[in-house]
């Protein structure tokens, strides 16, 4: 019993990461309707700018603030620039950009910053968390700025004008912008915060997985199964999501016979599979009638 | 009086099918206009023309600006609120989210909560309901629901799409009879566009009658209503 | 409806593409026919080598058309069939001493019969959901060919060696034009039928189901049927171009069939423009020269030249190389009349 405790936290404690990634995934989806592939790498190069602004003598949160801010303009740039042009095409010409936006990103940080892995602080420290061994200060740091991101998120959608404005934007946009939205620039708008997520999260998860070009790839994937076990359209599903698949994976590696590390990820993805085929809209999501 | 909208030689085309050919019409200031015609005339279309969210060529001028070029939001923004067919309500946000979504644009943010008890005041039944979501109105009520929506960007020019569609006869009745006090008592210019046409030549002081894409008709709503001729070619009944 | 609903109507994944669009005319096809079949005469063995890997993963991008063009289900899986084709026939080869010839169309059904029980769970996924579990077939792949239960067949992470067959009948040609000749002869077959599939019953009721599922269930189309035996039929020809390319590699491993193959086929497909068969080969042309063209320019930069390459092509051509084909048509239609 012991032993399965143990898991469960270790399984929250990576879930939080999922978890984080899973909100931008979900923040994107909103706005566009699509799974951003590039998300994990802009994430990533949001982390190296904020380790860049450390490097350069920036203490922590300064750098947190400014890589924010920086995030927050780069991704609505990316979707002016990039995306916007592409509003009409077919879906799958914008997912060929996504993949696109991946190469460039993956391979410009690679240039800049090259492939070696870098240590990334943190600002909990990383002794045990209240005498456990399993969670550290910084994982539960982790889940502590996860919910507040959620129900600060929350908080914008419910109560500020222009959160209304973005869920209309989403929901109907013919009608939204019959009532005078701009659903153009909700969507970049939306870009922006997914972007922001995205920063939040690679910084949380850097002193991890430590700092490189391709630390995201990995992550990423177990972001878009929590997003999608827990319904694209529920931030709080992908939150919950994030923290059911960390509990998975290691329940899984644990207590499967054979399941090492090369096979959990596989397994993880099969299980969600399974929960989609008797729930197709996921945990928490909303059921999609379609009008014929 | 002077023409609020003017509309001159607008054409219409939904990718190669052109749709409207050459239409003309204008609305005076605080008129109550109709547009009546067959399925497939082009009255949805001369509406959608008007926000631009269908491609056209011709000219339209709103209160002297030119709305050519113009995306849908910044021509809502210049106070013409569009409801449109199928009423466009965000069904899966309450009745008051609703309301306050039709006052996004306004800055006077402290007059936008008594405008939302205006309209609690005109349709009591949305205040019963305000904290449900729309989709779980009735038909009626969410008809009720778009027009409240629309006032509360405080239009200078209202444009109804088929507002009677899928109602029940009384139900149309009364929302006619709120039409024309938010015509007389707030002042707002209406266009609305109907198969109804009886119901809607009652209300209305002007009439257009669209055939194919052109005006064929026009003139005070009581000669067009009386004229046995046009009730019999166009308007069938 | 309840509250908790949401109605949107949704569009298609994909924009329609009529049924005679799918194709080239017979003209143009006999002219690139020809080139295929002359241009190996000229050049040296080694792009031989790479023009036999552009019919392999034409044939792949094909088959990948068949699946998302024909039927407007999504994959992102297609490395997965791929790879358990390569393993098939070169098990097949080395294992049993068999035929390469032969162990083509055994690679082909038992991959049709992988696709088609695959399809089954797929049935009940569209869209994003789809594309993750494909996603997730193709990441399982690599790590299920490593298992040490298997390794006595696939030879685990090492892989298997496969010899590379002579031309026959002692034919006066090199292994790689022996090859290159007899994968075109499989590439126009397999085109072809591909073809007239699309033209058969079963081609209309994939683009029935592709354009409107609910309308063709109301026509009487079978959707469940003709779903999974998309998926069958496209990882069928997708197992064939994997023997195929496991014969012209002359080695398979876990780690050469990766989510990056999956991806690169998928780029393939929309580069060539999605529903139109011809424009496969451009599309695997792309996946096949475009990384060499970037390396070239810059090699640290390889994936940004690419990821600007892929920008600059979906930006002009956003409906891929059929566009350019259908430019290029109205061009010469209009010389034709002055």
């Known amino acids: 019993m012991e032993l399965f405790t143990n898991q469960v936290l270790a399984g929250i404690a990576t879930g939080a990461i999922y978890a984080c990634m899973a909100l931008a995934v979900v923040m994107i989806f909103q706005a566009i309707d699509h799974l951003n592939f590039a998300q994990g790498e802009m994430a990533m190069f949001s982390t190296f700018i904020s380790w860049q602004l450390m490097q350069w003598g920036l203490p922590y949160w300064w750098a947190f603030l400014a890589t924010l801010i920086i995030s927050f303009v780069g991704g609505i740039a990316i979707e002016r620039l990039l995306f916007k042009p592409l509003a009409k095409a077919p879906i799958l010409t914008n997912v060929a950009g996504f993949i696109a936006l991946f190469a460039i990103v993956n391979s410009v940080a690679g240039l800049i910053w090259d492939f070696t892995i870098k240590q990334y602080p943190s600002p909990f420290g990383s002794s045990p968390f209240l005498g456990s061994q399993l969670i550290s200060t910084h994982q539960a740091g982790m889940i502590g700025v996860t919910i507040l991101l959620l129900i600060a998120l929350y908080l914008f959608f419910q109560f500020t004008r222009i959160g209304l404005a973005m869920r209309a934007a989403a929901s109907l946009p013919e009608s939204a912008r019959l009532v005078g939205i701009n659903t153009s620039w909700m969507i970049a708008l939306g870009w922006g915060m997914a972007s922001a997520i995205g920063a939040i999260a690679g910084i949380l998860i850097a002193p991890v997985v430590f700092l490189e070009p391709n630390m995201m790839g990995g992550v990423l994937i177990y972001g878009f199964a929590a997003a999608v076990l827990g319904g694209l359209s529920s931030p709080l599903g992908a939150v919950i999501g994030g923290f059911l698949v960390g509990i998975f994976e290691n329940l899984a590696g644990t207590y499967i016979p054979g399941v090492g590390n090369e096979l959990k990820l596989p397994i993880a993805l099969a299980l969600i599979i399974t929960v989609l085929v008797v729930k197709p809209a996921g945990l928490l999501g909303r059921p999609i009638v379609k009008r014929v | ?237 | 409806m309840s509250a908790a609903e949401e109605v949107v109507t949704e569009a298609p994944a994909i924009e329609a593409v009529p049924k005679r669009a799918m194709t080239l005319g017979l003209g143009t096809s006999l002219v690139v026919l020809a080139a295929l079949a002359i241009a190996p005469l000229f050049v040296k063995n080694f792009i031989i080598f790479q023009m036999t890997m552009l019919l392999i993963y034409a044939l792949a991008v094909l088959a990948l058309n068949i699946l998302t063009g024909g039927s407007g289900q999504f994959s992102l899986g297609q490395s997965a069939f791929y790879a358990v084709g390569a393993y098939t026939s070169a098990i097949l080869m080395e294992h049993f001493g068999m035929n390469y010839a032969l162990t083509l169309p055994i690679a082909g059904v038992i991959c049709f019969a992988f696709g088609f029980v695959f399809g089954q769970p797929a049935l009940r996924l569209s869209g994003v959901y789809l594309a993750l579990a494909t996603f997730a077939l193709a990441v399982a792949m690599p790590q299920l060919l490593k298992l040490g239960f298997f390794e006595h067949w696939t030879g685990g992470v090492q892989g298997l060696v496969v010899t590379k067959p002579d031309a026959p009948f002692g034919l006066p040609m090199s292994q790689d034009m022996w090859l290159y000749y007899f994968t075109l002869v499989i590439a126009i077959g397999i085109y072809i039928a591909s073809i007239n599939l699309l033209r058969s019953r079963s081609g209309r009721a994939f683009m029935a189901i592709r354009d409107n599922e609910i309308a063709a269930s109301a026509m009487g189309v079978d959707v469940a049927l003709y779903k999974t035996l998309a998926f069958g039929v496209s990882a069928g020809i997708t197992g064939v171009a994997g023997g195929l390319g496991a014969i012209a590699v002359q080695f398979v491993a876990p780690d050469g069939y990766t989510i990056t193959l999956a991806i690169s086929l998928f780029l393939g497909m929309v580069v060539g423009g999605v529903g139109w068969l011809p424009g496969s080969i451009v599309g695997s042309a792309f996946i096949i020269f475009v990384p060499n063209i970037a390396e070239g320019i810059s090699k640290g930069l390889s994936g940004a030249v690419f990821g600007v390459l892929l920008f600059l092509v979906i930006f002009l051509v956003p409906h891929g190389a059929r566009q350019v084909a259908m430019v290029a048509q109205q061009m010469l239609g209009k010389l034709k009349k002055n």
């Open chain 2, 1 to 237: 009086m002077t023409a609020m909208l003017n509309i001159k030689d607008l054409r219409a085309y939904y990718g190669q099918v052109q749709a409207l050919h050459g239409l003309s019409f204008s609305l005076n200031e605080g008129s109550l206009t109709t547009l009546l015609g067959a399925n497939g005339a082009g009255k949805t279309t001369t509406l959608r023309a008007i926000c631009n969210m269908v491609r056209s060529t011709g000219a339209i001028e709103f209160e002297g600006k030119a709305l050519s070029g113009k995306s849908t939001e910044n021509v809502v923004r210049l106070g013409i609120a569009h409801v449109p067919q199928g009423r466009g309500t965000f069904t899966t946000m309450t009745v008051e989210e609703n309301l306050q979504l039709g006052a996004i644009t306004r800055s006077d943010s402290k007059n936008i909560t008594s405008d939302i008890e205006r309209m609690y005041a005109h349709f009591p039944v949305l205040k019963e309901r305000h904290t449900q979501q729309a989709g779980t109105l009735s038909g009626g009520e969410q008809q009720m629901l778009a027009v409240a929506r629309a006032l509360m960007l405080r239009p200078r020019l209202m444009l109804l799409d088929e507002p009677s569609f899928g109602l029940a006869p009384l139900i149309v009745r009364d929302l006619f009879k709120i039409l024309g006090k938010i015509n007389r008592e707030d002042k707002v210019t209406i266009l609305v566009v109907e198969q109804n046409a009886q119901l809607a030549l009652e209300l209305a002081d002007q009439a257009y009658v669209i055939e194919t894409g052109r005006i064929v008709m026009s003139g005070n709503a009581k000669d067009i209503a009386t004229n046995e001729d046009v009730r019999k070619s166009y308007l069938g009944y």
